[in-house]
């Protein structure tokens, strides 16, 4: 096969997933998944949907971007898992597909007859993930949570702010969102693994051990050191100088010059565009990091001078190709800069019901052509799963409408 041929080829193409998710982490899974080329369909409770379709404070045509941005590129199917009928539809599905997914509490699924341990004896290939908070055992499995309470309790929020601050959770979700790469993770490993072994696996994911492996350097402070972290603010304490800087524009700019090098040459380029610092290279109390660790609060005031003499864009100018150095940019400036445009990482597509909509791309570059397709409406696609895949005829779906199975 030539190298063309294989990038035409979606790299999940011919897995199907059955995605019982809702909210955040495990749709965002199941975006990955779908955006990889797998054949996703999203289980909905008739009627109704799930609860991201009514989250957010954005909609279009009643449509929730909150539930179109990480539901796209799925099938959308309506069933509902209380039944004994919508159960046996399900298990039809679970015969002819590879992945499930869900992030219901621990005992859901086993209630609803979805869990691995059930599943598996109809299909011994299958692979289940499942996503919870605290995951599928201990003192807290039971326990309802969202992601800032993972944050919390993860110890995130108390390095999340500036130093003597009200502790502060990030901007977005990110427990949530990096749940849902840690699913996807584990996914594509049990896949593979099934691969050698013929046989299914589940994946169980805790958000917070998820949310601690986030924070390992932080973690290897006080597991090695006895140190406990404390918010910095936009500083990290442990290779200086960064931070951000507020420019002679009044807009920031974030630096982070962790090694020698970059140090250098940063007090290099500044000696050269402020007059007044041209003896920075050689002042020996910034001349090692020790140094600029001990002597941070002269530095940072050199540095605090410096950066208002310009503004943002000609600091870029002159520090861009020579140091990491980033304007700190709202969503929409963040949204239009040149870089994410060029990386295909705003895409739009044509909903059925909510029109047009915008949304970020697939940070996962493969070399295929990237194609997205718009979220489901709800039970789009109930006649080409339940009739083209599973073979049944209209009017037993339309029987099963009018029982509420679907």
Not at 243 to 272: M, P
Request: charged share 20%.
């Amino acid at each position: 096969m030539s190298s063309n041929d294989s990038r035409s080829i979606p790299p999940l193409g011919g897995i199907r997933v059955l995605d019982l998710s809702q909210a955040l982490a495990g749709p965002v899974s199941g975006r990955i998944l779908a955006d990889l080329g797998a054949e996703v369909i999203k289980v909905e409770v008739p009627g109704v949907g799930e609860v991201a379709r009514h989250m957010g404070t954005s909609y279009l045509n009643g449509e929730s971007l909150y539930y179109m941005t990480f539901n796209r590129s799925k099938k959308g199917v309506t069933l509902n898992l209380r039944t004994t009928e919508g159960r046996r539809v399900f298990a039809d599905l679970v015969r002819v597909s590879d992945v499930v997914l869900d992030n219901f509490r621990p005992g859901v699924t086993a209630r609803l007859g979805v869990d691995f341990e059930t599943l598996k004896e109809i299909n011994p290939t299958i692979v289940c993930c499942s996503v919870s908070g605290f995951g599928a055992d201990g003192p807290y499995s039971a326990r309802p949570v969202f992601d800032s309470v993972v944050q919390a309790l993860s110890g995130a929020m108390s390095v999340t702010g500036e130093p003597g601050g009200t502790p502060a959770v990030m901007g977005f979700a990110v427990t949530d969102i990096g749940g849902g790469y840690g699913a996807t993770v584990g996914l594509l490993a049990a896949l593979f693994a099934r691969e050698r072994t013929g046989m299914g696996q589940r994946v169980d994911l805790s958000l917070l051990d998820v949310q601690l492996t986030f924070q390992g350097h932080l973690t290897e402070a006080y597991l090695g050191r006895g140190v406990i972290p404390q918010a910095g603010g936009s500083v990290q304490s442990a290779n200086l100088p960064n931070g951000a800087f507020r420019t002679g524009d009044g807009r920031y700019v974030q630096i982070h010059c962790a090694t020698q090098k970059f140090y250098e040459e940063l007090a290099a380029a500044l000696s050269e565009a402020v007059p007044e610092l041209k003896g920075l290279p050689g002042d020996r109390r910034f001349d090692t990091m020790e140094g600029r660790r001990k002597n941070w609060a002269e530095l940072k005031a050199v540095l605090d001078g410096a950066f208002a003499t310009k503004t943002a864009q000609e600091w870029m100018d002159v520090l861009g190709e020579r140091v990491p150095i980033a304007p700190v940019n709202n969503v929409a400036q963040a949204l239009e800069d040149p870089q994410v445009g060029h990386r295909n990482m705003v895409v739009e597509v044509d909903h059925p019901v909510a029109g047009k909509y915008r949304m970020p791309g697939n940070p996962i570059k493969m070399g295929q052509e990237e194609v997205f397709q718009p979220a489901p409406a709800l039970g789009q696609h109930n006649g080409e799963v339940l009739g083209g895949l599973l073979g049944y005829t209209e009017e037993q779906i339309d029987a099963m409408v009018e029982r509420g199975v679907v």
